[in-house]
């Protein structure tokens, strides 16, 4: 089913904000908030609910929306418990929980958690989502270019994907470079921002709700450039493919561990535990990394939907971008 997008930024009218040298892990769980849930100026909400929060505010739970996708959930937490300048955010997802603090160990289904944030000087953000999942984009202050160069930023993705599988019980997930397994602390490489044609992104249990993780990749059709700067723009031909997530490690002769599902059916037969799971929704990717020097943010009209650009990590050049009209089509 297709669902529309909305795109939230720091400089929409009434927009919540991150304050230069003063970004608190609070600052983030309020941005969410706002966004998946009350809405700020002219601009609706994506359509989730918050089930669960502390009450000092420093650990939230919400859940997308389930009329129109899974009804899934995922905890926002201050890493330390109080809520210091710079300090770090913790994510983690679950099909189900039910208080705002759970000990992780007894979740069914979980994801790996997903640090972000960590620095004081992260200031200009972006969330573009539906009522099924989002994307939050945040680059350093003095980031003017596409290019990073290592300073910290944050590129996440977090909801259902597209799966192939109908009705994928555990469809909702935490997608970042690195997001395999726990993470302690922040970095400018956990990040979408700094994706090879090969990334390990995140780990993923079986379709009918089963918790039976195994590690995911994405596989990109086209050369990235993640640490090669490449300035410019790109002619206006336009060479585009979705990728792929699929299981990390997958060959076609296995029979055994992570070549086979839980009922011992290999995965590149498997509905239970498929070798290619889905997409990322909304993103695709062009044929020709540049963009390095060029001004941040960049949007295009690719496929007749307009497309925002994903910045790079380092120093590269970027051809990942995310449909900012619909998605799940």
């Known amino acids: 089913m297709s669902l529309p997008v909305t795109v939230y930024r720091w400089d929409d ?5 991150l304050p230069n040298s003063q970004v608190k892990p609070s600052h983030y769980i ?16 994506l359509g989730w609910t918050m089930p ?7 650990k939230a739970v919400f859940r997308n929306s389930s009329a129109e996708a899974s009804g899934s959930y995922v905890q926002i937490k201050c890493k330390t418990g109080a809520d210091p300048v710079g300090g770090v955010v913790y994510l983690q997802t679950a099909p189900l929980l039910t208080e705002y ?8 289904c979980a994801s790996k958690r997903f640090a972000f944030g960590g620095n004081s000087r992260i200031t200009k953000w972006c969330l573009i989502g539906t009522s099924a999942g989002f994307y939050l984009f945040a680059i350093y202050d003095s980031k003017l270019t596409m290019k990073m160069g290592t300073s910290a930023h944050v590129a996440f993705f977090c909801g259902d994907i597209d799966s192939f599988v109908p009705n994928d019980l555990n469809r909702f997930t935490l997608l970042s470079y690195a997001a395999h397994a726990d993470q302690i602390s922040a970095s400018w490489s956990l990040s979408l921002a700094y994706l090879s044609p090969v990334s390990v992104i995140g780990f993923m249990h079986e379709s009918n709700g089963t918790n039976h993780g195994k590690i995911m990749e994405l596989l990109s059709q086209f050369i990235t450039s993640p640490t090669t700067t490449t300035n410019g723009v790109p002619s206006e031909f336009r060479v585009y493919s979705r990728p792929l997530i699929s299981i990390d490690g997958y060959t076609v002769t296995g029979t055994t561990g992570i070549n086979a599902d839980s009922e011992g059916t290999r995965i590149g037969d498997s509905s239970l535990h498929p070798a290619y799971r889905g997409h990322v929704p909304g ?16 949007t295009s009209m690719i496929g007749e939907q307009e497309h925002w650009l994903i910045h790079s990590g380092h120093n590269g050049g970027c051809n990942f971008w995310v449909n900012m009209e619909s998605w799940y089509d």
Request: charged share 20%.
């Open 30 to 45: 309020d941005i969410i908030k706002k966004c998946l849930v009350d809405g700020y100026g002219a601009k609706a909400s």
């Open 101 to 108: 603090d759970p000990d992780w160990t007894t979740i069914n």
């Open 283 to 298: 993103l695709i990717q062009t044929q020709a990394p540049r963009y390095s020097d060029q001004l941040w943010p960049q």
């Open 13 to 17: 009218p009434g927009a919540p904000q």
């Open 52 to 58: 669960f929060v502390s009450p000092d505010g420093f």
